[in-house]
């Protein structure tokens, strides 16, 4: 019997679930990694595989911990159903890898499952009663659903400050998240800036909204903006050939590239580390009133 050592492991581990579709947690099949992506794939910043030591080790580096938030949820016949929370995962990853900090494991549940989602329209095609996306489905109520997320995510908030970092960057891959987790870590700062002891703050973003000024026709369900960023985050993620002939021949499909998510998700990164880096050198600027978003 092989015996694997903790870097083989740990990179084996990290394609569990995913090694079936064809791609990896590192952005690559194992045959297509580069020399340079196995050297930055060895140092490890994924806090789940983490040594306690090791853990301590990179929060005294850099305080920042990476929050990716999502949902389960049809993004076109081509795309993968976690689309929203493995994009913010592969999102926040590179954030790691190039300025420091740990990714926490993606959260993919818990969002309202009747608002704001397009799987009450897909019944047909999950071949599943259409009562299964209605209102009555879920045992609380639209407003109820809502309320239990903000809670939820004012929970993690505290349970990863409780864990010495100072600083928590949550990207949400499912847009309607957004103002959930704005409005989850503006609680959260109130009580965590009165801990003389520790004071956290966080911050929250989806990706398209700092590239906008500069990449037009973002921000799109599945279409082009997402398919090219999941083709350049993880090849082999997204089969346009699964497109209905009807869809394959809109102008959309002509667009998408693992070029083109390429540059936005480099200018992403660019805008995100940014804003970190200023977090890191003035933390007063975000621990008050009319913090910045």
């Not at 740990?10 to 952005?27: D, Q």
């Not at 398209?208 to 279409?223: A, F, S």
């Not at 480099?266 to 805008?271: E, S, V």
Request: one cysteine or more; proline letters at 5%.
């Amino acid at each position: 019997m092989k015996r694997w050592t903790r870097r083989e492991f740990v990179r084996a581990a990290g394609t569990v679930g995913l090694g079936t579709s064809g791609f990896s947690v590192l952005g690559s099949t194992d045959d297509s990694i580069t020399s340079a992506e196995r050297k930055r794939g060895d140092v490890e910043i994924r806090y789940e595989w983490l040594r306690p030591g090791e853990m301590v080790s990179r929060r005294k580096a850099c305080p920042v911990a990476y929050l990716p938030i999502g949902t389960l949820e049809w993004h076109l016949e081509h795309n993968v159903l976690g689309l929203d929370a493995v994009k913010a995962h592969g999102l926040v990853m590179e954030c790691a890898r190039r300025g420091g900090g740990v990714v926490f494991p993606a959260l993919f549940y818990g969002e309202n499952r009747t608002e704001a989602h397009v799987d009450v329209l897909r019944a047909d095609e999950f071949e599943v009663p259409p009562e299964n996306f209605g209102p009555d489905f879920m045992p609380f109520t639209v407003s109820e659903q809502a309320t239990h997320y903000h809670h939820l995510l004012i929970h993690v908030l505290n349970e990863i400050a409780s864990l010495g970092f100072r600083f928590i960057i949550v990207c949400a891959g499912h847009y309607p998240l957004l103002d959930h987790a704005r409005a989850a870590i503006s609680v959260f700062r109130q009580t965590a800036r009165r801990r003389g002891h520790q004071p956290t703050t966080g911050w929250a973003f989806s990706g398209y909204e700092l590239v906008q000024d500069v990449l037009p026709g973002v921000g799109d369900h599945g279409l082009t903006w997402e398919t090219s960023l999941m083709m350049a985050l993880f090849p082999g993620s997204a089969d346009l050939s699964l497109l209905p002939p009807e869809v394959r021949r809109e102008k959309w499909v002509d667009s998408v590239s693992a070029e083109y998510g390429r540059k936005a998700i480099d200018l992403i990164i660019d805008r995100v580390l940014a804003r970190v880096e200023d977090m890191l050198k003035n933390p007063g600027k975000y621990l008050g009133h009319c913090t910045p978003m």
